[in-house]
Each structure stands twice: as C-alpha cells, then as structure tokens.
C-alpha cells in the first residue's frame, strides 16, 4: 500500500550538514525525511521556490522532454529502503501504456514538483525506516518527532547551501 506525502519543506542536517527533504502524508500522521545530495537540493529548493534560471536545468529538461513526447508522469513513489538508501520510481503513461523508470528518490521528488504530480511512499518503506520508526515510537523519541512536527515555516522557508 502506498501513503500519499507532500513535501514539507527542505532543511540541513544540524550534524552531518547534508541537506534533507522532508515528507509528511497528507493525513499528517507521518514524517519522512530522506536525506539528498546539495545539486538535488537546490533542484527542489529552485522548484518550491519558483525560481526561473536563465537555461534550463536537469530535471526541467527531462520535463521538457516528457512533454515533447506526450509522456504523463502519473507519480512517484519512493518504494524501497535498502542499507539505509531509499530508491524510487517515476510512473509514466505514454498513449494508454503504463512503464516505471527507476530514480533517486531526489531526482524523482524534483521531477514530481515540476510536473506537479503526486508523491507516494510505500508503507513498507515507512514502517522500515530507522528515523521514521524512532518518530512512531513516542517513548523512545518524543524529543526528535517533536522537533520535526514542530518545524516551522521559516525553519522549512529559503534553503541555503
């Protein structure tokens, strides 16, 4: 089964300084954050943000590409975590035939905010995920899951590298 998430926000790991994107389902009941690479980063962050470059990026152009082609990206779903590393999938529909391209989990969720399409987290994924099993377990980790679900706008507002 798949849980539909929204991207929260994107922040910087106060410990490691790597940049992470953090998903909350729509129902807010779940917290996922996965942490990327800072060219990613800036990918989704240029996205939420609705900044234009002068030339288009990567994942603008793969967008380009998919509509020059006719190509429907129907969603993403981030469905694997395996040694602590998510994989995903990009489900796209081509005149009535359905094919999954796997992804980055990164390039997946910036490619999905520019084509505005939902985004999906396998509930297995959810359930074996070390940082979102410790924001379940309210006794173990109330401080951390308070943290995360307390994040506010301006914590999740301009990323900076």
């Known amino acids: 089964m798949e849980v539909e998430m929204k991207i929260r926000g994107l922040m910087m790991d106060p410990v490691t300084q790597m940049p992470i994107v953090v998903l909350k389902d729509v129902q807010g009941h ?18 939420i943000e609705k900044v234009q470059t002068p030339r288009p990026m990567t994942h603008d152009l793969l967008k380009n590409v998919f509509l020059g082609l006719d190509v429907r990206v129907q969603k993403i779903v981030v469905n694997d975590l395996r040694d602590d590393t998510f994989f995903a999938l990009i489900w796209v ?16 969720l910036a490619l999905a905010l520019r084509m505005d399409c939902p985004i999906f987290v396998d509930e297995q994924v959810l359930k074996s995920s070390k940082v979102s099993t410790a924001l379940a377990e309210r006794n173990t980790n109330e401080q951390l899951r ?13 990323y900076k590298m």
């Open 30 to 47: 779940a917290i996922l954050p996965i942490w990327v690479g800072a060219y990613e980063a800036n990918a989704i962050a240029l996205e």
């Open 93 to 108: 529909e081509r005149e009535g035939e359905l094919m999954s391209i796997d992804s980055r989990p990164s390039d997946a």
């Open 146 to 158: 308070n943290w995360l679900e307390g994040l506010s706008d301006e914590d999740l507002g301009r």
